[in-house]
């Protein structure tokens, strides 16, 4: 049985194929074209396992450019495949935080990956991978390196949460001399807390599941266990939790159909 | 009866000298100290009018930075403030919306200018002064030629609320060829649509008067009539109503005193 899961995100397409318990994955940029961008990483896919597209018994499309995939066999949302997938990546994770470039969402789940409640913002760049952005322009350094440079720092305290305001401040900060790591510190306070204020219901959850691109940074992760006081697994595969997710999904529709 | 109303506000401190029914006003940015841009208005209202301190019967302090001001006589809201003054530049009007350069307010009074409702927005810098800033910066443009250039034009749907990733639109709509003064029509109006939905109990609102900085943008001040279908009244005073209401409420108190 071999499905594929396709998640066309708003920056990147990720794919993940899986045959019996072996899976292989790809990625690229979405760019202009989510439809070009889910081709191409189904090529991909064949191209590595050596198959051809009627190989593939069931491919299931999510993300934000989903519906333009005619050659998928099923369009899902990508709450149900995130969920899904990062249960998979984080066996038992009751909780799934998921912090990508330009969103941010926090899913309930009953434990077994099935969404039992969420909440979603992609209308506010604060508490998503912009603000870690602009931020990190406004310092003059790479996203990559905000972690690295603000380890073990005392985080100054960022007052606006709005990613404008916040912007003003953290030049102010720069100007008055304060040490760089601890305006780092402080804005993955920032986005931590910004996150945790949409899981204010979150007595119930156990194990957390942190995933999206932000999940890479060390810095946003302690701040999010310290406010939750839960643990907080990373998967090095979290980029591809809604990707898993479709593709498990496919999986277990073909195994009620037989 | 002498009076004056100060209005420390976070860009400019504003004052206003009330002597029988001539007035006198002044203003000036409010820099980093808050205590000296008020001292400085003053004193300038002073000379202005070549009184000495003492002949002044009493000061009021409103706006951000109205607690500073020690040698006020009293400090009081800005709400309260700024509805007695635009009822004094906009008699009658019932309603006053007020864009300044880091909030938006939208304030109910009983048509006699006693706050009766308001709804503020300072957190985010949609709907502000600010979101014209940031967008002027990325069109290479001055935020005071913005109504001029947009005069006239078919606005182009800008979908984002959020100033960033509003910005990141105007750029790709910039790339496309879109014309510039289509993008800015469409700027102005996201302005007013941000803050015509904080008066959704507008059924009530019959004359509007539009203050603070962005009043003197004719382009959001269009959007804003459009989208409440109500007259709004701009005085070329309206920077002032802060100030204004401030010395007007103090010669209220003096009378009542009596
Ligand atoms: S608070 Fe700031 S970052 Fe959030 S929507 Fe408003 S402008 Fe955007």
């Given at each position: 049985?071999i499905?594929?899961?396709?998640d066309v995100?708003s920056?990147?397409t990720?794919?993940?194929?899986?045959?019996?318990s072996?899976w292989q994955?790809?990625?690229r940029?979405?760019?202009?074209?989510p439809?070009q961008?889910?081709?191409?990483?189904?090529d991909?896919l064949?191209?590595?396992?050596?198959?051809?597209?009627?190989?593939?018994?069931?491919?299931?499309?999510?993300?934000y450019?989903r519906i333009?995939?005619?050659?998928a066999?099923?369009?899902?949302?990508?709450?149900t495949c995130?969920?899904?997938?990062?249960?998979?990546?984080?066996?038992?994770?009751d909780?799934?935080i998921d912090?990508?470039?330009?969103?941010s969402?926090?899913?309930?789940?009953?434990g077994y990956?099935?969404?039992?409640?969420f909440s979603m913002?992609?209308?506010?760049?604060?508490?998503t991978?912009?603000f870690?952005?602009?931020?990190?322009?406004?310092?003059?350094?790479d996203?990559?390196?905000?972690?690295?440079l603000?380890?073990?720092?005392?985080p100054v305290?960022?007052?606006?949460?709005?990613?404008?305001?916040a912007?003003?401040?953290?030049?102010?900060?720069?100007?008055?001399?304060?040490?760089?790591?601890?305006i780092i510190?402080?804005?993955h306070?920032?986005v931590?807390n910004?996150v945790v204020?949409?899981?204010?219901?979150?007595g119930?959850?156990?194990?957390?599941?942190?995933?999206?691109?932000?999940?890479?940074n060390?810095?946003?992760k302690?701040?999010?266990?310290?406010?939750?006081?839960?643990?907080?697994?990373?998967s090095?595969e979290?980029?591809?939790?809604?990707?898993?997710?479709a593709a498990?999904?496919a999986?277990e529709k073909?195994?009620?159909?037989r």
């Amino acid at each position: 049985m071999i499905t594929v899961g396709i998640d066309v995100g708003s920056i990147t397409t990720k794919a993940v194929l899986m045959n019996g318990s072996a899976w292989q994955s790809t990625l690229r940029p979405t760019g202009y074209s989510p439809r070009q961008a889910g081709r191409e990483v189904l090529d991909e896919l064949l191209d590595k396992a050596g198959l051809a597209q009627a190989d593939i018994d069931y491919i299931i499309a999510t993300g934000y450019g989903r519906i333009t995939l005619d050659f998928a066999d099923k369009a899902m949302t990508e709450i149900t495949c995130h969920a899904r997938g990062a249960h998979h990546l984080a066996p038992g994770a009751d909780l799934v935080i998921d912090i990508g470039g330009q969103d941010s969402k926090v899913i309930f789940t009953d434990g077994y990956g099935n969404v039992t409640d969420f909440s979603m913002n992609d209308k506010c760049a604060a508490g998503t991978g912009r603000f870690l952005q602009v931020m990190a322009a406004a310092m003059g350094v790479d996203v990559s390196e905000l972690a690295e440079l603000a380890r073990g720092m005392e985080p100054v305290q960022i007052s606006s949460m709005c990613t404008v305001f916040a912007e003003s401040e953290v030049i102010s900060l720069l100007a008055e001399g304060v040490e760089r790591g601890r305006i780092i510190a402080g804005i993955h306070r920032s986005v931590a807390n910004r996150v945790v204020a949409m899981a204010e219901r979150i007595g119930k959850g156990e194990l957390i599941a942190f995933t999206g691109g932000v999940a890479k940074n060390e810095g946003v992760k302690e701040y999010l266990a310290k406010a939750l006081g839960r643990e907080i697994v990373v998967s090095p595969e979290s980029q591809l939790a809604g990707a898993f997710g479709a593709a498990i999904i496919a999986r277990e529709k073909l195994l009620k159909a037989r």
